[in-house]
T-cell receptor, first 113, second 109 residues
Framework: EAQVTQNPRYLITVTGKKLTVTCSQN?????MSWYRQDPGLGLRQIYY???????DKGDVPEGYKVSRKEKRNFPLILESPSPNQTSLYFC????????????FGQGTRLTVV | DAKTTQPTSMDCAEGRAANLPCNHS???????VYWYRQIHSQGPQYIIH???NNETNEMASLIITEDRKSSTLILPHATLRDTAVYYC??????????FGKGTRLHILP
């Protein structure tokens, strides 16, 4: 089954403690991206990757890092999480940036206290 | 700047067709109309997209006006599971997906 898998689904952490949210897709997609969703602000893109070893900033990249060492995985790294990064995070993938049929993961609800 | 305008919310009776409008008066010639939906706190789900012609798939139909300034997503026989926020998005082939506020569709039993 075609899917994008995020882990963990829920996470509560403390300010400053580094964390990684993993994202994996099984569709051999080139394009992957991360979004965060906040009430009243909608879905905003954090980072995206056009292919292996190619990543770029989205609209709200501050406080986040990503890597794309292999095609299927696109982890989101919070080196020093802060409470304003409390949010619902989604990973997405598509064949390429130009293909609109994107698949989204089920989301990771992160709380930073 | 929002490229699309959608009603904030809509109701539809179960079993009836749900018609969700979207205005995109500034759409340019190479921009597509895409529709996604998001069921409460789940990841967004791609529904359909089109350029000029009307499109239909197993989930929905997309009707685009001749001047391309507006479109309508049609769910032919709405069920309770279609309750979701529906996003109309306009963009070129190489543009990233930018989500607006969408339409919150309530399917009423």
């Amino acid at each position: 089954e075609a899917q994008v898998t995020q882990n963990p689904r829920y996470l509560i952490t403390v300010t400053g403690k580094k964390l990684t949210v993993t994202c994996s897709q099984n569709m051999n997609h080139e394009y992957m991206s991360w979004y965060r969703q906040d009430p009243g602000l909608g879905l905003r893109q954090i980072y995206y990757s056009m292919n292996v070893e190619v990543t770029d900033k989205g609209d709200v990249p501050e406080g986040y890092k990503v890597s794309r060492k292999e095609k299927r995985n696109f982890p989101l790294i919070l080196e020093s999480p802060s409470p304003n990064q409390t949010s619902l995070y989604f990973c997405a993938s598509s064949l390429s940036q130009g293909r609109p049929e994107a698949f989204f993961g089920q989301g990771t609800r992160l709380t930073v206290v | 700047d929002a490229k699309t305008t959608q009603p904030t919310s809509m109701d539809c009776a179960e079993g009836r067709a749900a018609n969700l409008p979207c205005n995109h008066s500034t759409i340019s010639g190479n921009e597509y109309v895409y529709w996604y939906r998001q069921i409460h706190s789940q990841g967004p789900q791609y529904i359909i997209h089109g350029l000029k012609n009307n499109e239909t798939n197993e989930m929905a139909s997309l009707i685009i006006t001749e001047d391309r300034k507006s479109s309508t997503l049609i769910l032919p026989h709405a069920t309770l599971r279609d309750t979701a926020v529906y996003y109309c998005i306009v963009g070129g082939r190489d543009d990233k997906i930018i989500f607006g506020k969408g339409t919150r569709l309530h399917i009423l039993p």
